[in-house]
């Protein structure tokens, strides 16, 4: 498997250089073994019109079509994989992504570029088809779909009465509320023809079967045990039940005070419509499989930590809350683990995971661009000055943070004063939400691309020794 962070050798150059190795080679090898493409490789195989799944085994010659449908942030490995182990005996794919690769071929398998964070005219064009697809299937027919975090984005196609720029402006004004993911998705399920659930309810409306295979990112789901026995609990995202109601999406508009700034028609549509607005509450009918979920990467940076020989505590992989906090609060932990050795001694590895967030009231305010994993990391480095040899990675797992392009930021002990060696303000780029422009000079964002999972955050922070900084670095 090719390396997932392709800018290793550049953020290298400068700064606590040994402990960023060993946060890099934690990152790198958590993200290899995140990949959702290995992992459905790990459980399924299609022999003599035999599809074994797991435990589960579907006969394909009793089906007269088999249908891929696919979204996410690591949709492009979850349908590469799929598309692979069917070849020919896929009828046709659909497959809407973040960001087209180049390693991105498929035998019967169409890829469309949708938006993210925000919706795009791509996304809403494969939508479409989509829904032409189902509704022209039978009994007969068996529907595989992989779904990974940002679906509700990608996979974008409002209810009638509703326009796509609507759609959009929506999402655009949540994401800048301070809402949580889970909140904002109350809203977009209850205006979406596919989200919430509705892609299964069409599905099951025709009779046809559905498997699926999901990552989960939300805050709160328990890792994931045996990946090849069906997951009961499953909720959420297009094929699943949805566990938010129209009462919470109320709820939010009301709580985060933007009825005023939301879409007219959306805020009437939500308050006035009745249950047959309500998305489905169970699908006992379908099969899931769950790849992985949110505390699995903590799970896997701890355990692949100790293989180092480096002791390592996962805080929380339940880490909410305004980015920049969260990155003071992780210079406050390592200022306590080496000057007082609590809640464990140094050297060692301090992880967590969750879905911090970035507020954003006027847009006026924005002068460049960033996400909330480089927020979180700049935080880190404004308070972390003299902290010898402490070095923060906070990433979007997935490879994208916020609006650019990169997975998230790399800071350590001597970011903050390199930043003013070079004039640049970090003060001021968190306050203007221009963090990318800020650490990019500095070399300290990451670069991965696609990386096959979506997670939502993963943050690693190495505290050495006050002693250790000079030590030969653990690989």
Not at 16 to 26: A, E, H
Not at 216 to 224: E, L
Not at 291 to 307: F, Q, R
Not at 311 to 323: Q, R
């Amino acid at each position: 498997m090719e390396a997932k962070i392709k800018n290793k050798d550049s953020i290298l150059c400068d700064g606590d250089v040994d402990s960023k190795r060993i946060v890099l080679n934690i990152a790198e090898k958590t993200l290899q073994k995140l990949d959702a493409y290995e992992r459905i490789k790990s459980i399924t195989k299609y022999e003599n019109n035999i599809l074994t799944i797991g435990t589960e085994k579907w006969d394909l010659s009793k089906k007269n079509h088999v249908y891929l449908i696919g979204a996410g942030k690591a949709c492009n490995h979850m349908a590469r994989a799929i598309d692979e182990i069917l070849g020919d005996r896929l009828t046709k794919g659909i497959a809407i992504v973040k960001i087209k690769e180049p390693n991105d071929r498929f035998q019967n398998t169409e890829v469309y570029v949708g938006g993210h964070p925000l919706p795009n005219e791509e996304g809403y064009k494969a939508c479409k088809k989509i829904i032409k697809l189902i509704d022209e299937a039978t009994d007969k027919d068996l529907f595989i779909v992989v779904i990974s975090g940002g679906s509700s984005a990608l996979m974008s196609c409002p209810i009638d009465g509703i326009s796509l720029q609507d759609e959009i402006n929506t999402t655009d004004v949540m994401l800048k509320s301070g809402a949580n993911i889970y909140e904002i998705n109350s809203i977009r399920r209850h205006i979406s023809q596919l989200n919430g659930g509705m892609l299964a309810k069409r599905i099951r409306e025709k009779g046809a079967q559905l498997i699926g295979f999901g990552i989960s990112d939300a805050v709160g789901n328990p890792p994931t045990t045996d990946i090849g026995i069906p997951y009961a609990g499953y909720k959420g995202t297009p094929m699943g039940p949805d566990q938010t109601t129209l009462q919470m999406a109320r709820d939010v508009i009301k709580h985060y005070a933007v009825e005023d700034r939301l879409p007219k028609n959306v805020v009437d549509y939500l308050m006035n419509c009745g249950e047959e607005g309500e998305t489905p509450k169970a699908f006992p009918e379908n099969t899931y499989f769950l790849l992985n979920t949110l505390p699995d990467s903590c799970i896997y940076a701890k355990k692949i930590a100790e293989e180092m020989g480096i002791p390592a505590i996962i805080l929380s992989s339940f880490l909410e809350g305004e980015s920049k906090d969260a990155g003071k609060i992780f210079a406050s932990v390592a200022k306590e683990i080496q000057n007082y050795g609590n809640p464990v001694k140094a050297p060692c590895i301090v992880l967590s995971s969750g879905e911090t967030v970035t507020t954003i009231l006027d847009n006026k305010t924005v002068s460049g661009h960033g996400g909330p994993s480089q927020e979180l990391a700049t935080g880190f480095a404004i308070a972390a000055k003299g902290l010898s040899g402490c070095v923060m990675y906070s990433m979007d797992s997935e490879g994208t943070d916020g609006t650019t392009m990169v997975a998230g930021g790399i800071t350590d002990s001597v970011t903050g004063c390199l930043a003013e060696e070079k004039g640049i303000d970090l003060y001021k780029a968190l306050r203007q939400h221009s963090c990318f422009e800020a650490l990019e000079p500095l070399k300290a964002t990451v670069f991965t691309g696609n990386t096959g999972t979506n997670l939502c955050d993963l943050n690693i922070m190495y505290v050495p020794a006050k002693t250790d900084r000079k030590k030969e670095d653990r690989r």
